[in-house]
């Protein structure tokens, strides 16, 4: 911790104490003009209030922040969100850790520099991030802050501060496509969103795919979302002989605008429960998100004790999910 107090902070942003004070506890009443030039002085110092100070020292020793997004609208999908937190908090009751869950829009509306204050306030020095996606700048910038340490599920980045830890979604994407897609076929896969990192990975290994057996691939950003997948495979789905999708929900979407006599194969991604209501011919690369829940809370134990930062690859399962199995 360094030497700065916060009769410095206010004396450098050129605002009484007690304005930087109600700067940090996030008062409505301060101009956001005065909120930037004190939070800027803070970013620069590398201030840290007392308060916040001795909790990072007493209570930070068995707290972790769970950092996950939601939704904007409920989805079937949201089934993975649960199963990662169940994961977490199964272990977090056997180390006897304290969790924090933190949804992305409840403090989105917060600036970079309040990104950090946010966590500190709460006495949190590791945060496990569920979905990292490439255009969230105020995690992104709390990554490079090091009074964090991270673990990070879905994204390839490692570093002293950072853990990793991922199925290899390009060979599950290529493996899964490759049990449905033949010599010479014309593929649509459909995408996720731009802005993913397990986007790109699952793309790569389609891609590969389609390469080594001489495939028209033609490429549409679903958004795993199974109305927009609904809604592209209706227009031009019995073109291709196959449709490989980078989520079950768009593999979903996709089969009911084919219709039950369509002879277009079908593929999904990750394994939901979901699966085994509409029938056992998608093949899909099963996650187990429950497991990855689990092994991210250890992992965030470990750097909280001062171990070295670890890339994680953890299994995945090509299969059918069936009906039997999600009722029994």
């Given at each position: ?10 004396r450098l942003a050129g605002v009484s104490e007690s304005t930087v004070s109600k700067v940090l506890k996030n008062y409505p009443n301060i101009s956001e003009k005065t909120r930037k ?34 939704n904007d609208k409920f989805q079937q999908i949201d089934e993975i969100n649960m199963l990662y937190l169940m994961g977490a908090f199964d272990v977090a009751r056997k180390l006897n ?56 599920i879905d994204a390839p980045i490692k570093n002293d501060n950072i853990s990793t830890l991922y199925i290899n979604h390009t060979e599950g994407q290529y493996e899964v496509a490759s ?150």
């Amino acid at each position: 911790m360094n030497n700065i107090g916060i009769r410095d902070v206010a004396r450098l942003a050129g605002v009484s104490e007690s304005t930087v004070s109600k700067v940090l506890k996030n008062y409505p009443n301060i101009s956001e003009k005065t909120r930037k030039k004190v939070m800027q002085v803070i970013k620069e110092t590398g201030y840290i209030p007392n308060a916040i100070a001795s909790n990072l020292s007493s209570k930070a020793k068995n707290r972790i922040a769970l950092y996950i997004y939601i939704n904007d609208k409920f989805q079937q999908i949201d089934e993975i969100n649960m199963l990662y937190l169940m994961g977490a908090f199964d272990v977090a009751r056997k180390l006897n850790l304290e969790l924090i869950t933190v949804f992305h829009d409840s403090i989105d509306h917060l600036s970079k520099e309040e990104y950090a204050a946010y966590f500190m306030s709460r006495s949190v020095d590791v945060i496990v991030v569920f979905g990292l996606n490439k255009e969230d700048e105020k995690i992104h910038y709390l990554m490079n802050n090091s009074n964090f340490k991270f673990v990070v599920i879905d994204a390839p980045i490692k570093n002293d501060n950072i853990s990793t830890l991922y199925i290899n979604h390009t060979e599950g994407q290529y493996e899964v496509a490759s049990r449905i897609v033949r010599n010479n076929d014309r593929v649509l896969y459909l995408a996720g969103k731009e802005n993913g990192y397990v986007t790109d990975m699952r793309m790569e290994g389609i891609k590969k795919l389609a390469e080594e057996r001489n495939c028209i691939l033609d490429i549409e950003y679903g958004d795993f979302s199974e109305q927009k997948a609904y809604d592209i495979v209706r227009k031009a789905g019995e073109n291709y002989d196959d449709i490989v999708c980078a989520s079950d929900l768009m593999a979903i979407g996709a089969k009911k605008a084919l219709g039950n006599d369509s002879e277009v194969r079908v593929s999904g991604f990750d394994g939901i429960r979901l699966m085994g209501y509409v029938g056992e011919d998608v093949i899909t690369c099963r996650q187990d998100f429950y497991q990855i829940g689990r092994h991210a809370l250890f992992e965030a134990d470990s750097l909280k004790n001062g171990k070295e930062t670890n890339e994680i690859i953890v299994p995945y399962e090509i299969t059918k999910i069936k009906y039997k199995d999600i009722i029994s």
